[in-house]
């Protein structure tokens, strides 16, 4: 058993009750339902998406491996569903309060079911059906309040079963936003290391990101089935490792955050986007490029940090970013409050900290990184873009620019880029750089 199988056996006998994975991990189910269940209501939750695997129904397949069940249908308002207000309401009121609540579904749907389980107090299965997002393995939900997407506590599932078979089936695509959202592990690390040392956040820990790193190591193994595993396995650590830390930080840096601005940008608009995990592949390889970027232009990390300080037009440069795509303001003053707290915090920090032993930070630090090569390479092995022109539907040049340029301008929380608006480097001439490297990389624009 390789380290990050051990870790994933130790935290799934805690917080998940079982983790199920492998060619027929269905199996588990009958029994599961029992222990869990015992002669008490079942409810199975899913979507009006058609599902098949192994050639047969997937839906009456559970229904038959689960026992007498009622169904609770979840249904698209748009394009997919949309987990807000009124559809986890509606959930929560159909499902009642069963003895058992099993979820045949991908991210959204298992993120409602944990949601539902938390309200109702059923115990919840979650059937995956895509190796699309790391959050089936964790107790946090992704809602949408007040027409923003939001992470918010929900439950680990009681259990998590990732058969072979139905992960094969899914749509290629989900499975390749999966890769998207496994290799941000090349890059989110760094930024965490750098808000943990600067005292904004932590503490930093190795184990709370070697697992994953360990895993990804077979994205880009020849055999497909290998690779499959590879993926599966990065995703699910992934998801303990957020739940274990309480925080979705050791894995979301600034190619998260690229991806949250080009959703709420795409909501402001009315239009499309892309899956998430696709759009945080793609941010990989121009987060991995700006460190690279960064590191060989910059004195940056040669200066001291403990005089580092916000500009003071940097409220108005938040309101402005955001009033281009919500003149209201509103999204504008959101934005603000949240970047205001990260201001504070960083104005009460020890920052000097970092100045005594740089090297030593540094090598820590760059340890974490990715290249962009090795990011655009990986997710052109499994057909999955790795340029912003690439994504479904397409990410313009100047709609690229305008989005990294917001990176700092949206939360609260520290990567590198809040270093470099400090620094007066963080311009429209540096993103055009760092996309220029990307691009020699096989992603960028
Ligand atoms: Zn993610």
Redesign the pocket.
Known sequence: MTGYESFAREVSQGALGLLATGPAALGELPALCRRLAGDGERVILTDDVAKLADGRDLLAWVADLVGAARRVTVRATHAQVALDEATVEDAVAEVGRPSLLVSVGSGTITDLGKVVSARSGAPLVAIQTAAS???FSDPLSVLVIGGAKRTRPSVWPTGLIIDDRVIDAAPARLNRSGVG?AI?IWSAPADWYLACSLGLDGPFTDEAVRPVLDAVEGLTDPDPGRARKALVDSLTVGGLVIGVADSTAP??GSE?LTSHILDMAAMARGVEHDL??AQ?GVATVVCTALWAEVRETSALFERPWADLTYPADLEQRVRDTWASIDPSGSLGQECWTAVARKVAAWNAADKAVCDRDRAALLETLFGYLGTPQRSATTLRHWGAAARFSELTPPVSADQVAWTLLALPYMRDRLTLPDLLVMTGEWTAELIDRVLARAATAGGGV
Do not use: E, I, R, Y
């Open positions: 997002v790391n959050g959202d941000a894995l979301s998260h998430h995990g945080v």
